[in-house]
């Protein structure tokens, strides 16, 4: 089943703005987790958030958490064109300690 | 380099031709997993491992096999292959269940 919905599916704004992407999930977790991927490239984690955890800050990334709805979002400050990529919410629900299941992805472009 | 690398990374094969997708990783790591990926449907995991000889399906097992002799590698096999199995595979390794996970650089397979 799907746990996290990345919102929206596809972004493109210019180099130097702010990109947000927001992911919802259904079920309580340990923990949600962002990763990025290049086109057609392995992913690469960016940042791990618990569940007790409301904000988290990595580099030009925030990462914030509320639980009780259920939603995370990622911004990305001061946008590059090297971020352009594909950004996807993972979450850890516990069971069995490697349940990581992923979104759908919101597709980042970054205009010149 | 702490890596986790797949062969091969391309590969076209028929219906029903047996197949085997290696995947090794030099991190020590007890954790090991393998996704497909789809457009529009994300990542999904197919089979995990939490140790040798530990392993354990995913959301979308069927048609395949695994297998996890040694702790750096983690097989992925594919018996009698069928078109829809055409996608795009990684393998993953993490160090504890649930947390940041290393992806593979993908294998993109095509059954005709």
């Known amino acids: 089943s799907q746990q996290g919905e990345e919102d929206p599916q596809a972004l493109s704004i210019q180099e130097g703005e702010n990109a947000t992407m927001n992911c919802s999930y259904k079920?309580?977790?340990?923990?949600l987790q962002w990763y990025r991927q290049n086109s057609g490239r392995g992913l690469v984690h960016l940042i791990l958030?618990?569940?007790?955890?409301r904000e988290k800050h990595s580099g030009r990334l925030r990462v914030t958490l509320d639980t009780s709805k259920k939603s995370s979002s990622l911004l990305i400050t001061a946008s590059r064109a090297a971020d352009t990529a594909s950004y996807f919410c993972?979450?850890?629900?516990?069971?069995?300690?490697?349940?990581?299941?992923f979104g759908q992805g919101t597709r980042l472009t970054i205009n010149p | 380099e702490a890596q986790v690398t797949q062969n091969p990374r391309y590969l076209i094969t028929v219906t029903g031709k047996k197949l085997t997708v290696t995947c090794s990783q030099n991190m020590n790591h007890e954790y090991m997993s393998w996704y497909r990926q789809d457009p529009g449907l994300g990542l999904r995991q197919i089979y995990y491992?939490?140790?040798?000889?530990?392993?354990d399906k995913g959301d979308v097992p069927e048609g395949y096999k695994v297998s996890r002799k040694e702790k750096r590698n983690f097989p992925l096999i594919l018996e009698s292959p069928s078109p829809n199995q055409t996608s795009l595979y990684f393998c993953?390794?993490?160090?504890?269940?649930?947390?940041?996970?290393?992806f593979g650089p993908g294998t993109r397979l095509t059954v005709l």
């Open positions: 491992s939490m140790n040798v000889e530990v392993t």
């Open positions: 958030i618990r569940s007790n955890e």
């Open positions: 993972a979450t850890d629900a516990g069971q069995g300690a490697q349940k990581l299941v």
């Open positions: 993953a390794s993490n160090n504890r269940g649930g947390g940041e996970q290393f």
């Open positions: 079920t309580s977790i340990n923990n």
